[in-house]
């Protein structure tokens, strides 16, 4: 499981997270929500280590990331997979090359390994014979799958997704989100993604945790969410600009 207990992170004078405490099971999905802006993509990079918190400690099934070295941070990174928000797709190389990259550089596997292996995982994506395209080639959607893809590619145990329906229209965000929930069933993983798309957490949730000033105000399965009477809760998922929470 991934345990965060009270985290504290600030750049400069703006105090982006003000203690959050939060529990991902193993092989759940759990999906934080909240307004662009409010940290959910920090909170990311601090569970992977790329950042640190100021306060707080975020444990990988018992490991202090906050106090692992380099060498046992890049360790531990091998066992997470991440979809970006933008794919983040290496323009000069090809869907081969992107989604081999992983393996290419953290595995002793032959080079026809590697390929038949982004071979298995771009077809459990919904891709196939795409192998050496480059990413101008191809659609938002496409994309969003090779992405997917790479992010798989290490049989990790964790998974993260950064606003994985960002930027698709309504059928390929449907689409993105079978794909997780699937990937799910097939791999055994604990996923954490956060978005402000609550069609999307709907979906794909076990659980869904609100991130707003900084803290987590309410955790509860999807029924629980649409059902929530917490005032900042069901301004956001109804989308209205009358509540607590201000339009900035």
Known sequence: MIEIRGVFKSFGDNQVLRGVDLTINKGETAVI???SGCGKSVLLKLIMGLLKPD?????VNGDDVTSLSDSQLNKLRQKFGMLFQASALFDSMTVDENVGLGLREHTRLKEEQVSQKVKEKLKMVGLSGVEEKKPAQLSGGMKKRVGLARAIAM?????LFD????????????VINELIKNLRNTLTITSIAVTHDIVSAYKIADRIAMLYEGKIIFVGTPEEVKNADHPVVRQFIEGSSQGPIPAL
């Open 155 to 159: 049989d990790p145990e964790y998974v």
């Open 163 to 174: 606003e994985p329906t960002t930027g698709l229209d309504p059928i390929m965000a449907d």
């Open 55 to 59: 306060q707080g400690k975020i444990l």
């Open 33 to 35: 929500i909240g307004r």
